[in-house]
């Protein structure tokens, strides 16, 4: 999963940026004080975390890629059904009609058989 867990995010886009000197900011943003060396987020490592908003669309993305593969192993599934459905309903189409034409057949001939008795 892209090495990026999936959690809520904690911090707006605006905090994010602020937290990391402000880059980013149009000029019509408050002007960014650096963090000083002794505060949390100003530590080497929070500047290569993304930020959570993009955890979040890189955890929905997994989530959709999941869903995707699941909903195609099931439309393979699906298309396999249905061919050997359609291999075992071709031939016992043309056995009902062979069955149809007997049964007409038969019934012509009950139908004489009284039509001379009477």
């Not at 940026?17 to 004080?33: D, K």
């Not at 979040?56 to 959709?64: H, K, N, P, S």
């Amino acid at each position: 999963m892209h090495g990026i867990s999936c959690r809520a995010a904690s911090t707006s886009p605006r905090e994010w940026i602020m937290a990391r000197g402000g880059v980013g900011l149009s000029s019509t943003a408050a002007p960014a004080t650096p963090p000083s060396s002794g505060s949390s987020t100003s530590s080497g490592s929070n500047h290569s975390e993304p930020h959570p908003d993009v955890r979040d669309l890189v955890c929905g993305a997994d989530q959709a890629r999941g869903r995707y593969a699941a909903a195609m192993v099931g439309i393979k599934w699906l298309k396999s059904s249905l061919a050997a459905v359609e291999a075992v309903l071709q031939p016992a189409e043309g056995e009902t009609v062979a069955a149809r034409t007997e049964t007409a057949d038969a019934l012509a001939w009950v139908v004489g058989e009284l039509v001379s008795i009477i």
